[in-house]
């Protein structure tokens, strides 16, 4: 069936992994969706843990639910258009692989992977299925990140030189009670600590403020608990860009939950405290050009209500998927989101080495991030179109 025919009817999913962000992120927006636009039914959900089953069949009574990925694919498949990945990253690669062998489009929970290797297979084998591979990078469509890709459109800031993302937890994220609720804190399931988890928030919404792409990274991470987990709790890392640079600091052992964003331009600055976002734009003066004299800043207050305490980011999840449908309709297979996820998990794995080498920087080289057979858009240090 064609891309065009699939995306005129309602599609069916199913859903691998019913934790936390599926229960209470993905699932309520479907429900929304088959309330509104009634253009996408979950039919089937597989899970490991037999508490998280019954929740799930109470959830979703109509659903078929199987313990295990491989029963659901064997015997959905045929009925099927899609499947939604929220299990462990450790598991996204190879359920993401079965999906594709049966000719389904796969909508992946971040981080796409935890080795480039397997983000590389997963992109290649996207577009040899001809099948859509989409990553949930759902941060650029939270209202107040959509707020800053406006503002830098109308060009009130000028060109964007620098960004700061900071993202304060009071913890690590946790899963579920039913099943291993720590998982974040063992690698073999994680793939890593904070970097692996949060870094891809990060990373891709400066490709999307900066409007390209970094060619370089230097990080240091450590560990407040090493006897107990082997994952990092704090993370910084700067990443160098054609145009600028931009630091990413992320803790698990911060006092408060918060993100706090800066984005400076050569005419202006925008930051960001959770749903706060001030604009601050440069006026000229006539005044003398010495120390700050010369210039004063209008500066314009917003709040902008986007519910970052809701770890769950359930508004912000039909926005996105209305781009993974968009993406099945153009035939998209690996567009610009998977692309992007491909390139998060290349800054992370080099951000690990840079680390564990003294803070040496690493090169994010266009020749690393050639994906074979998926010709990229544009290449490492040209400026993204619009
Ligand atoms: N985009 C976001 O804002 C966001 C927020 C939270 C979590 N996540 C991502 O979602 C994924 C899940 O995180 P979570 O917090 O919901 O975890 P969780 O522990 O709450 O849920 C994981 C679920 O997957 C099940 N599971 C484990 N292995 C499985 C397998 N092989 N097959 C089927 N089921 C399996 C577990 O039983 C559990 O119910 C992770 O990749 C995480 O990074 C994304």
Redesign the pocket.
Known sequence: MSATQLSSRRLSGAL???????GN?HVPAYLERKRTTDDVEIVAV????AA?RELARKALPQARIYP??ASLLQAEAGRLDFVDI????C??AK?AHAAFDHGLHVLC???LTTTLEDAAALLEHARRARRVLFP?H??KHAPVAKKVREIIDSGRIGKVRALTLNTFRNTH?K??T????H?RREHRYSGGGIAM?HGS?SFYLTFDWMGAYPTAVTAKMSNLEPGRWDTEDNFSAALTFPNGVAYAQLTWTAGVRKVMYTVQGDQGAITIDDDDLQLAVMRRTDGPDVAQGAVTWEVEKYSISSHWMD???VSWFNSMFDQFLVAIRDGDFVGKDAREAYLCIQIITQAYRSAADSCREKPLSAEAWHVPSVPMEREQGLRLGR
């Open positions: 691998i992994g019913y934790g936390f962000i599926s992120g597989a899970d490991i843990c998280r295990d990925y929220s299990t462990p990253p598991d996204h359920v929970e971040k981080p949930c759902n941060y994220a899963g579920v039913e099943w291993h609720t998982w988890d928030h770890a769950s980011h």
